[in-house]
């Protein structure tokens, strides 16, 4: 009867805590203070983050409790969820006339940051990490499993390890999200920053009108609660559509093969739900219904949740895990972090012809803190979606998620590594982020920026 008491008044606690924190970042982004640091890159969600690390069961002072940060451990999966469903939702389809080219582009640009993650995970731990200490060959896939999957896919391939033989996986996979998570807020901000101060944006017009954007926009979530509940239950279903989809395939994995079968039960639902966000937007256009969804709304819904998604994930960080690992999640991070930059670097100059800062802005997000960092990254950098970026990143992604991202490949990585060796891993990875670099490349050749 005493733990049962104790589980219900962490939970109690836990939620009172979760409302408040709504609470603030709905209402705090409306103070001056908020504004002025939006501008300067810095989004109130990751001061809430630090303040809740600070304040938690290893932070400074100890106001948190263990239990509590455990219950907010769980959220980050059924937020990203959130962020799926209003992803495609919360806007029109685009009209991919004339954005094939660039829509290709950033596909490529997300293969390459993917497979390339894989690449220097396996260098990193065979020829760097191993020579220092024991190490498990499966930690070549952390880099894109906590960079790019994040903390739901992390969770999910986590159980992959379990039966691999690598328990800690899940606890360093969790730990390589957060760090992810904390690079690229701390790092978007200070791109967002040296972008504002030395120019880099292709277009004045994105800082000139970020403060109308900010003080003017009047979302009234509560003004109409009819609206909110009936898009509410678009977002639910296009997550209902995610899990039936799911489980529809784990279903007819019976009939497959083993590995077949272990490959569907690890994959993790976000996928789906973006197809089914764009399923209903589709039908709904079709059917000339979109009155009933509030593109207002749904972003909003869709910012919450990637702002909750950062506070909590970070705020829940159990520190005393970092500590113990804290060389190998320290490397990994730097060289996860050092491959994501130059392969950015190599797009943002050979491949990208206008609005470099904002398409490179929102995937260095979505490569290292995953979709919903990328998006909290351009709305700070272009909240008018004066690049074009939105569309292109959103069209990019029904493509990638299915690959990367917690896709096929993501889970597919332990499965291989496990069967033919981190070696063989390591070196089909490299030859298909060359290739397509090489492609990118000569697919842009005609366009490259001439080097004066």
């Not at 606690?13 to 709905?26: D, K, N």
């Not at 391939?157 to 691999?164: A, H, M, P």
């Not at 990208?352 to 998006?375: M, P, R």
Request: glycine share 10%; with cysteine; charged share 15%.
């Amino acid at each position: 009867m005493n733990s049962l008491k104790i589980f219900s008044n962490s939970l109690l606690i836990s939620f009172l805590g979760f409302l408040t924190i709504f609470f603030l970042l709905t209402f705090g982004k409306k103070f001056k203070l908020a504004v002025k640091l939006e501008r300067f890159g810095l989004p109130i969600a990751v001061i809430s983050g630090i303040v809740g690390i600070s304040i938690g069961p290893f932070g400074f002072i100890h106001f948190l409790s263990r239990e509590t940060t455990n219950v907010w451990s769980n959220f980050p999966t059924p937020l990203l969820s959130l962020v799926f469903a209003t992803l495609m939702m919360g806007r029109p389809i685009p009209n991919i006339n004339g954005l094939v080219r660039p829509i290709f582009n950033q596909f490529l640009l997300a293969l390459s940051l993917g497979f390339g993650q894989f690449f220097i995970g396996g260098l990193v731990v065979k020829y760097l990490l191993s020579q220092y200490m024991e190490t498990n060959p499966l930690m070549g896939c952390l880099i894109e499993v906590g960079f790019e999957g994040g903390h739901g896919a992390a969770s999910i391939i986590g159980e992959s390890f379990n039966k691999l033989g690598f328990p800690d996986g899940l606890d360093l996979g969790l730990a390589m999200a957060t760090m992810g998570l904390l690079s690229s807020s701390i790092l978007g901000s200070i791109f967002i920053f040296l972008g504002r101060t030395f120019g880099l944006s292709d277009t004045e017009k994105i800082i000139e009108k970020k403060d109308d954007f900010i003080t003017n926009t009047k979302v009234g979530i509560f003004a109409d609660l009819r609206i909110l509940i009936v898009n509410l239950g678009f977002s639910g279903l296009a997550i209902s559509f995610g899990f039936l989809l799911l489980t529809f395939l784990k279903f007819i994995s019976r009939s497959f093969g083993d590995f077949s079968k272990e490959i569907i039960f690890s994959l993790p639902v976000f996928p789906f739900i973006l197809i089914g966000s764009l399923l209903i937007r589709y039908i709904l256009e079709k059917t000339k219904n979109t009155e009933f969804i509030s593109n207002i709304l749904q972003r909003e819904i869709g910012i919450l949740s990637t702002d909750l998604l950062i506070f909590t994930a970070m705020a829940s960080l159990d520190i005393a895990v970092v500590f113990e690992n804290w060389i190998i999640i320290l490397v990994l991070t730097i060289f996860g972090l050092f491959w994501n930059l130059f392969c950015i670097s190599f797009f943002a100059y050979f491949i990208f012809d206008d609005y470099w800062f904002e398409k490179s802005l929102i995937e260095f997000g979505n490569s290292t803190g995953v979709v919903a960092s990328g998006l909290l990254l351009l709305r700070l950098a272009d909240p008018k979606n004066i690049s074009k970026t939105l569309p292109i990143f959103t069209s990019k992604q029904l493509f990638a998620q299915l690959i990367l991202s917690g896709g096929l490949f993501t889970v597919l990585a332990p499965l291989m590594i496990s069967r033919i060796g981190l070696d063989y891993w390591t070196e089909i990875c490299a030859a298909i982020t060359f290739a397509i670099l090489l492609i990118a490349f000569l697919f842009n050749s005609g366009e490259v920026k001439k080097i004066q």
